[in-house]
């Protein structure tokens, strides 16, 4: 346990070390949305919706893109480089787990990020009050915060099984763009979900996806009671398990035909 | 010119070698190109959901202003985008160097040398999915239409080329921000809205500051003879206005350029 805690710090360092590319990232996560927070508010300006007002679209892409800088990692490419180039062949001979080495990293590399993003939101929120409302209540403020770290752990073992991938296939960029694309579908990245078709809706309830953005947004805009909330919570945790014990089947299959390209 | 041709030639041949090594991920590019398009169109039925008619535009244009952008996207992929990729190598590697001593221009082989292949085969499906949208739709395309979409597709793609070039460019001043690339990819895939609903300012900056109508949005608009006579003279002058500036910015840096062993 003290290795991964000394891992997480040399980790944080890592961030404040690399400022300006820990900038660049967070400039990457807001990119995404230069367009489409704008987009959505014209449309409801054009023709007002009784369940999402401009104001309320407007919080929900602010927290999007809060969440996505918190979740965000890029710790696939990590893996992918490691497996193929033979990175985890020196990790291999460590008293160290691969993937919780990662987690730890993954884990530093938020810090200096988040803070930048919080400072942020701060700003914007003085900036912005009518446009960036506050929560429903401090419960659901509190459960926010509970489904970010959801959020982000779900993301870390959504990569880690993307890009284990190269263990059989090589560099996929294919695959992880596939993600992408799924997880602004299905976690309502693009859109809220309940603008969607019915069918969508029921299919996005049965992936995990919900909980990268849309879930934490609900959650924050009051849209779920606190029985709810729980029950989203469990099924999340379920969720985690559930990828961790699929990263860690993976890797040992991955493993056993593994041939580091250094042999 | 000749040699150029010659070498770019070459260029291509080699990137059809490098490519076959990757055939696995070229199918699997397939499968993510189906999500992609699958999602781009589940969301114009989202917005559909929530508003009866986006002014200006039909459902089935939306459809259209997704594929091209995301054709337009795939053509700067295909010809420049794994060269800027391999940028921040290229200049903090010291393998700059050794470009330096060749007898042919840093730019052209700074930003020729990798051809992705792969998008060629996704070129191929963005055009025959839009034929089939067109089909589908019985959408009529001009042969003017065609014409003047082709024309602003173009200087759509040297904007993103003169874009990426001007960014790349800090690279020379600075070693950490090799991720500046990711940030254009993902301004690339912000030209799939109908910006003539915006109002006056949020238009402009979209237009100008932060230019991305270029990338697609144009392109549909002029499909559709959506555009007035203006913005035909407008985009390739801004274009090629950005284009000038990056090439200047490009050689000052290589000017200046000392080695990333020095």
Redesign the interface.
Known sequence: MKAYIRMVGISVKQGLEFRARIFMWLLVHLSAFTVVPFFWVYVLFLQPNVEYTPEKIATYYVLIVLVSCFSASNIGNRIEEDILEGGIVGLMVKPVSYVKYRFALFLGGKVVPSTIVIVLFGLARLLFPTYILLPTSFVHGVFFVLFVCVASTITFFLDVLVSLGAFWWGRTPALGQSLVWLRGLFGGQFAPLVFYPAAIVSLAKVLPFQFLYAIPANVYLGEYDITTVYHLLVGGVIWIMALALMATFIWKKGIRTYDSPSQ | MKKYLRVYKKLVELGVSIES??R???A??F??QG??F??AL??I???Y????L??GWTKEELFVLTLLVDLQNKVFVFLFQGNFNYMEQLIHSGKFDFLLTKPISPLFYATNRVIRIRAATLIFLSLTTIMLIAYHFSLQFTFSGIFRAAYMGFWGVVMMYAISLLVNCLLFR?S?????N??LG??RY?GR?PFN???HI?YIV?TTI?P?TFFGYFATAALFGKLDVLTYLFVPLLSSFVCFCSILLWRKQVKHYSSASS
């Open positions: 090594q990757y696995k991920d070229t699997l590019g499968i993510a999500i992609q699958a999602t589940l969301f039925e989202a917005v959901s929530q508003i009866n986006i002014p600075n950490q921000i090799g991720n500046v990711n940030i993902e301004l912000q809205y609903i915006f109002p949020p979209f932060l991305v």
